[in-house]
């Protein structure tokens, strides 16, 4: 059998050797706010190899790095006025910057465009590992290409634990969302290339300016490489709905099929009826929709049905998974 990923505890020793692991180029699982993430050093071209190696991730899809704050970040790109604005009043927090880079970050790193994503977890296990190193991490989420992303230390150990030695342990993630991509090369018109765990809505209350949105359809490759329409998907085949799922569907409906509802049904129904949240809460739904698209893929259902959330807010990024989510070629 292959040898299973440890998971540790973030006590100082264990946080010393994660350390010491990534300065010799090897990669760990570490906890963030929104997913877990699959770190290496940012500025070893090797290290970072091994991130497209064990998540048989494609080299043209560039990795965020991860730094302790805005100081950190003027490291590692150039910066700007609406950048300094957005990281005083988000960072640390679940927002990502697409800036123009410095050439001490690896081509390898960026996919080998001339701008970097960068951004400052506010998980406090995180910030832990991370004041302790004097370089950024490279993070992307501790997953399988193009599978469910992780938002627990076991969910890591499930996909990954043949290729990789340790997994920090942070617990549950808070947002369970991936981070806010926001393209910043050009400060006076900024862009949302990925919705994530930060409102677009708060972006643009910060900014006090109304900013341009991704356009799912038509977003050129060279802005956001990687945003494939299949991506965080269960094995079982998934359908969305757009309007409520109602009762009386509910009452006669298969029971090989899993529904996920966004909140709890008024009457308890038989157990092949899931859902997200008490009452609708978004920030409950994000919280929860990894953890719970993993529970129904191995639940041995043949289909899984769910309903899509309100378009606002928080909705627009857990549309956007649950729509990649089912997506089928
Ligand atoms: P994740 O897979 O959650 O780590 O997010 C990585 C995503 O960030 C990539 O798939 C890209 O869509 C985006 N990204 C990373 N670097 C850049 C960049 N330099 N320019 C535009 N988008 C980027
Ligand atoms: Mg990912």
Request: charged residues 20%.
């Amino acid at each position: 059998m292959n040898p299973v990923a440890t998971i540790l505890q973030p006590n100082e020793t264990n946080l010393r050797d994660m350390r010491k692991s990534l300065r010799l180029g090897q990669l760990v699982a570490i906890p963030t706010e929104t997913v877990y993430g699959l770190a290496a050093n940012a500025l070893d071209e090797d290290a970072c190899a091994k991130i497209f190696g064990a998540k048989e991730r494609p080299s043209e899809d560039p990795l965020i790095c991860h730094v302790p704050d805005f100081e950190a970040l003027q490291r590692y790109c150039e910066t700007n006025e609406t950048a300094a604005q957005l990281a005083a009043a988000f960072w640390p927090g679940p927002l990502t910057f697409v800036l123009p880079k410095k050439p001490i970050i690896p081509d390898i790193v960026t996919a080998g465009l001339d701008s970097v994503a960068v951004r400052s977890p506010s998980h406090p296990v995180f910030r832990q590992l991370i004041e302790g190193c004097d370089f950024p991490l490279a993070a992307p989420s501790a997953n399988p290409f193009s599978y469910i992303s992780p938002t627990l230390a076991l969910h890591v150990q499930a996909n990954l634990g043949d290729r990789i030695e340790t997994i920090l342990d942070g617990g549950p993630c808070e947002l369970g969302v991936e981070s806010t991509i926001v393209d910043l090369r050009n400060p006076a018109s900024p862009q949302i290339l990925r919705y994530g765990a930060l409102p677009a809505e708060s972006i643009e209350n910060a900014l006090k300016c109304r900013i341009a949105r991704p356009d799912t359809e038509h977003t050129p490759v060279a802005i956001a490489p990687g945003t494939l329409p299949k991506h965080y998907s269960p094995r079982t085949p998934l359908d969305l709905r757009t309007s409520p799922i109602l009762e009386d569907e509910l009452q006669i409906s298969d029971r090989n099929t899993a529904y996920l509802l966004l909140r709890k049904p008024p009457h308890s129904l038989s157990n092949h009826i899931h859902w997200l949240s008490e009452q609708g809460e978004l920030d409950a739904i994000a919280a929860r929709l990894f953890a719970k698209l993993r529970e129904l893929d191995t639940g041995g259902y043949q289909k899984i049905v769910a309903e899509e959330a309100p378009e606002l807010g928080l909705g627009l990024a857990i549309n956007e998974r649950l729509r990649r989510a089912a997506f089928r070629t």
